[in-house]
């Protein structure tokens, strides 16, 4: 399993926007095989940091829904979303792998 871990720097202006965007790719991972673990919005302290969680099962599966980017026509348009509205300032990625308690 991998998990991505994206970290955004939002426009707090436009939090319900960016929440817009959320629920469509929280959507699209689950559509696409993966599971989303949710955006963490924020409540206290800086208000202009978000993440977000979701796995798939192999670096392979997320390279395949990865590959819909810029084509699928679900993907344009949850990105239009955040290319229209601002309320993303900038985002990066980071891949982590799970290390969870056993039961």
């Known amino acids: 399993m991998i998990t991505c871990v994206v970290h955004y720097t939002i426009d707090p202006a ?3 926007a960016f929440e817009r965007f959320a629920r469509e790719w929280m959507r699209l991972v689950a559509k ?3 599971v989303h673990h949710g955006y963490f919005l ?4 800086a208000s ?3 993440e977000a969680l979701f796995s798939f099962e ?3 599966a ?3 829904y990865r590959a819909r980017f810029g084509e699928d026509p679900e993907f344009v348009a949850a990105d239009r979303i955040r290319d229209e509205s601002g309320c993303v300032v900038r985002y990066d990625r980071t ?3 799970p290390f969870l308690p056993t039961a």
């Open 62 to 64: 997320y390279e395949r």
């Open 32 to 34: 696409h095989g993966g």
């Open 48 to 50: 202009d940091r978000a």
């Open 95 to 97: 891949f982590m792998r």
């Open 42 to 45: 924020p409540a206290e302290g």
């Open 58 to 60: 192999s670096l392979a």
């Open 14 to 16: 436009q939090i319900e």
